[in-house]
């Protein structure tokens, strides 16, 4: 009998009073939950928020086959209890040698690269995220902010902890533009099917 399959969802909305409230964010959680459990997945989550235990994080991340990042982008980045989150987890999994030996660079072999000591390898990262930004403000030499950059790079501060651990970083998913014209309800009718052309699910709901 084939194991099941787990993925942990990671919210890691700040809420601001009477201004950001984390419905949105919490709207594309659920739909990811749904999807997942209609797939056949054990679902586990984290509001990081609500606060959380890092010896338990780490226990999640061994557990899951896939991890997925809910946030918003606040000043191009996740909110800083984001940062606290993955500092306290990943110096968890490292002191524990449960996600990494050290950094993968070896004096007995010049050619193992740093970031390459994880023990993660076959587990799957995402990051699905709400902006304000415009999607035309990325991937375009001529956009004089991100000047080409991509959501990926600008994501690099996000993914590289996990890739550092051996994740597979997945393309992530945005709903942009949220304050204008952006196509949030759209949005959130495709993000289940986004999940299973990147994860290679087909729900009973597809």
Known sequence: MEKQQTVLLINTHLTYPNWSEGGLNKAFQDKAKAFFEESGYEVLETMVENGYEPAEEVEKH????????????????????YKKYVDEVFNAGLFSKKFQEADGRSADDPSKQYGTGGKMYGKKFMVSATWNAPKAAF???????????????????????????????????????????GNIVEDLENYPKYLSRVFEVIPEIL
């Open 62 to 81: 061994l557990q899951a086959d896939i991890v997925i990042l809910q946030t918003p982008v606040n000043w191009f980045g996740a909110p800083w209890i």
């Open 139 to 181: 991937g375009n030499p001529d956009q004089v902010l991100m000047q080409g950059k991509t959501t990926a790079d600008l994501f690099l501060n996000l993914t590289s902890s996990y890739r550092f651990v051996g994740y597979d970083i997945m393309p992530d998913y945005g709903t942009f533009d949220i304050f204008r014209e």
